[in-house]
């Protein structure tokens, strides 16, 4: 009988989509069930409790975190280094409940490449996964497969978490900014020399008087935006050749909403859409054609604290899609997508394991639309995307259970 509802409870999510995923999923990462990789949107299948519910997913480097409005919290993908926080090393295809969680209230998740962050709403933080680099910040350099709570912010109270390839980053609710894990690019600030990592938190000074408003971090690369917009960047050279160990402001003329990083790319939303850096897939596909060019902007908006003569010291708008209005933006490795104003799902860049969700391995230069086969009317206010390594994840959160 119990399998039979579970049979049922399936079938259910399945004729009624509400979330979706494609692109490398050879750990499980897609959370449709199986271990492989799929060129095409395919159900994600979260309980069918979740429906309506899921407010963000964070996606690591072949593992992903669903957090619900009320707190909850679910994963999937690989487990090998004990990031799922279910107390295993196993992958799992699809999302999973995190137990451990079942009496606290969950207000912020983030993941690395092989390791896991859940900040609670009584300010507390906790970590599991991957420990090779201190990225855990418990003082040594172990693995966990069960969340434990970082001793070091124990009287403090913890806000937001942004975790890159192996480091992370902590902002606090006295607006202080802290980084822990790999060093060597300078993503976690100034650091002593010939310094690697740090295992235990460190704070990142450098910034100017003002109000943190949010984190980033991805690969070598760390970012912050402040309360007026202005964005601030370190780690692993985004802009010129050198990478920097302290908070650089960039591009002080614009006013960003929104901020997501690759490994050598970031997208910066202020109005119009922007990538900045490296991208290292822009070179046209034969197979490929673009209406509209990718348009270079004067490098004068940058920082003069950088190389204006640098090729990487410019903004590069992304191509209009269709005059509609960027609300949401997301970026993997090296692939993007963004959601419009009208609820429609885009994407470019890499797409060798089929992360753009458009049928094939083609990288793209321009963002192309994502058939996600939904007819049901959506906004895009109730519509998201995610990003992992070399995956993607749609959410639309305006379905409400039955």
């Not at 049979?7 to 492989?36: C, H, K, P």
């Not at 418990?138 to 009287?155: C, I, K, S």
């Not at 900014?177 to 976690?188: D, H, K, L, P």
């Not at 790319?265 to 991208?279: D, F, M, P």
Request: proline share 4%.
């Amino acid at each position: 009988m119990e399998k039979a509802a579970a049979v049922e409870e399936e079938e259910q999510e399945e004729g009624a989509a509400w979330a979706w995923s494609w692109g490398a999923g050879t750990d499980g990462q897609l959370g449709n069930g199986g271990f492989q990789d799929h060129h095409l949107p395919q159900p994600l299948l979260f309980p069918l409790r979740c429906r309506g519910r899921v407010s963000f997913v964070a996606g690591g480097g072949a593992h992903a975190i669903a957090l619900t409005g009320d707190g909850e919290v679910f994963t999937w993908g690989r487990g090998t280094h004990g990031q799922l926080g279910h107390g295993d090393m196993e992958n799992i295809p699809h999302p999973k409940f995190v137990k451990f969680f079942e009496n606290y209230s969950i207000t912020c998740v983030s993941a690395g490449w092989n390791h896991s962050g859940f900040a609670t709403d009584s300010g507390q933080l906790f970590m599991c996964g991957d420990g090779s680099f201190g990225q855990l910040g418990a003082g040594d350099n172990h693995p966990r497969n069960l969340p434990f709570e970082v001793a070091y912010f124990t009287t403090k109270h913890v806000v937001r978490v942004a975790f890159g390839m192996r480091h992370s980053l902590v902002l606090l609710k006295d607006n202080s900014v802290y980084g822990f894990g790999s060093a060597r690019r300078g993503q976690i600030g100034r650091c002593a020399r010939n310094q690697k990592f740090y295992n235990v938190p460190k704070l990142i000074d450098g910034f100017p008087n003002c109000k943190i408003g949010n984190i980033y971090a991805n690969g070598d690369h760390s970012a912050a935006l402040d309360e007026s917009g202005q964005l601030y960047i370190w780690g692993r050279a985004l802009i010129g050749e050198h990478d920097d160990d302290r908070p650089q402001p960039v591009f002080p003329s614009l006013s960003s909403s929104q901020v997501a990083l690759g490994w050598h790319h970031a997208l910066v939303l202020s109005g119009e859409l922007y990538t900045i850096g490296a991208y290292r897939h822009q070179k046209l596909d034969p197979h490929v054609s673009s209406s509209e060019p990718m348009q270079r902007l004067n490098p004068a908006t940058s920082s003069h604290d950088h190389d204006d003569s640098s090729s990487l010291s410019t903004l590069v708008k992304v191509p209009c899609v269709d005059g509609d209005q960027v609300v949401h933006i997301a970026a993997g490795t090296e692939h993007s997508a963004l959601v419009t104003d009208k609820g429609a799902v885009f994407t470019w860049g890499w797409g060798e394991h089929g992360q753009l969700g458009l049928g094939d391995t083609c990288d793209q230069v321009a963002p192309q639309r994502v058939n996600i086969g939904d007819k049901r009317p959506c906004s895009s206010a109730s519509v998201n995307v995610y990003c992992g390594s070399g995956f993607t994840v749609v959410v639309n959160s305006g379905l409400a259970a039955d």
